[in-house]
């Protein structure tokens, strides 16, 4: 828990993610498409990645990946994201955690 704690604290937007989860890459894309430089963390690429997925399933993070986190908060996964860029909710989130400017 402390190597996840200490992870999302890196930056303001954290996703974990898997390389060959095509609902993660499409997170990925859209924080890019805003302008945000998230940090990644593929877990079938980085050390100890298991132990990363357990943790997140501790957390409530169901299905694993794509985990979002946002200025240290776990956020959700592809559909709480979704919901909230639907409802215009995202970017306003984004500019308060200091990851977006616009």
Not at 68 to 95: C, D, T, W, Y
Request: hydrophobic share 40%; net charge neutral.
């Amino acid at each position: 828990m402390e190597r996840v704690n200490k992870m999302v604290a890196e930056k303001p937007v954290v996703i974990f993610s898997k390389s060959s989860c095509c609902i993660s890459h499409s997170i990925k894309s859209l924080f890019c498409d805003f302008g945000v430089n998230p940090a990644v963390y593929e877990l079938d690429e980085i050390p100890r990645g298991g132990e990363i997925e357990q943790t997140l399933l501790r957390l409530g993070c169901n299905p694993e990946v794509p985990a979002v986190f946002i200025s240290g908060e776990f956020v959700g996964g592809a559909n709480e994201i979704m919901s909230l860029h639907l409802r215009q909710s995202l970017k306003p989130m984004l500019k308060r955690a200091g990851a977006l400017w616009v």
